[in-house]
């Protein structure tokens, strides 16, 4: 494989200047509320930053699951107009290739599949074989989807079968399982926004009975006692939290 092809790799998040100012926003807000109803001190920001490191972290995390569920949609889109094309009688070379103009109509020239599809067509005219494109392409992308038809594309070229039918039924199945895949997610994403609620939930507890009954908390601020109980209170939260999200991450890996 030609390194001098630069391909984007999926396994880490690429920020851009426009992303990272409100993910860096958000992550000051992460710092600041607890330090806020927690503790009622600036001087709390100082060790809860931690607290902003690790949403980051989890920001691009969500980021990242984020863009590999765009990238399958799109690939999807992409195989589907790969087996039309070689149901119109196309090679398997210029099918791939006569599916860019599909992808630019759809998602635009800065979109994922449009990227790897061009990079497929530079790799192509410096004799880079569409088995290792593709292998190359699977890989980068630690997509399931993507690496069985990786695989039973190379499987078919080398087995010499009918080639054009083999990727036609394998589009269609890789296209039925994506489907399959987001409604799950669809349904699933009524549960994140239960989940969102209810981390949210406490500091409007807070703020209500803060508003409510102003000085009803004040025992518990500024003094060692009081710190001691808040701190027991924000960890018991950060455990429920993490838990949360955890139960969530395991079952959106186990779809896929």
């Not at 630069?6 to 330090?35: C, G, M, N, S």
């Not at 039924?169 to 799950?184: F, P, V």
Request: charged share 25%; proline share 2%.
């Amino acid at each position: 494989m030609n390194r001098n092809l630069r391909r984007r790799d999926y396994h880490k998040y690429q920020w851009t200047v426009r992303e990272l100012v409100p993910a860096a926003a958000k992550a000051a807000f992460a710092v600041v509320i607890p330090a806020f109803f927690f503790y009622r001190s600036l001087w709390a920001v100082l060790p809860l930053g931690i607290l902003g490191f690790f949403f980051f972290r989890a920001e691009s995390r969500r980021k990242l699951e984020h863009c590999r569920e765009e990238l399958n949609c799109q690939f999807k889109e992409c195989i589907l107009s790969v087996a039309a094309s070689l149901k119109a009688g196309y090679a398997v070379e210029n099918a791939f290739l006569e599916s860019r103009s599909d992808m630019r109509m759809l998602y635009g020239e800065d979109s994922m599949i449009y990227a790897e599809l061009e990079g497929i067509r530079r790799g192509l005219v410096i004799n880079i074989t569409m088995e290792e494109l593709l292998e190359d392409f699977a890989a980068r992308s630690s997509s399931e989807d993507i690496m069985e038809f990786a695989q039973v594309f190379a499987i078919a070229k080398k087995s010499g079968g009918n080639l054009s039918e083999i990727i036609q039924t394998t589009a269609m199945l890789i296209g039925r399982k994506i489907d399959a895949k987001q409604e799950i997610r669809t349904l699933l994403s009524g549960r994140q926004m239960e989940q969102t609620i209810m981390k949210l939930m406490p500091f409007g507890i807070l703020l209500y009975i803060g508003i409510s009954y102003p000085g009803y908390f004040d025992t518990l601020y500024h003094n060692w006692r009081g710190c001691a109980i808040m701190t027991g209170c924000l960890g018991i939260y950060l455990a429920a939290y993490v838990l949360g999200d955890r139960i969530l991450q395991k079952i959106v890996r186990e779809i896929g």
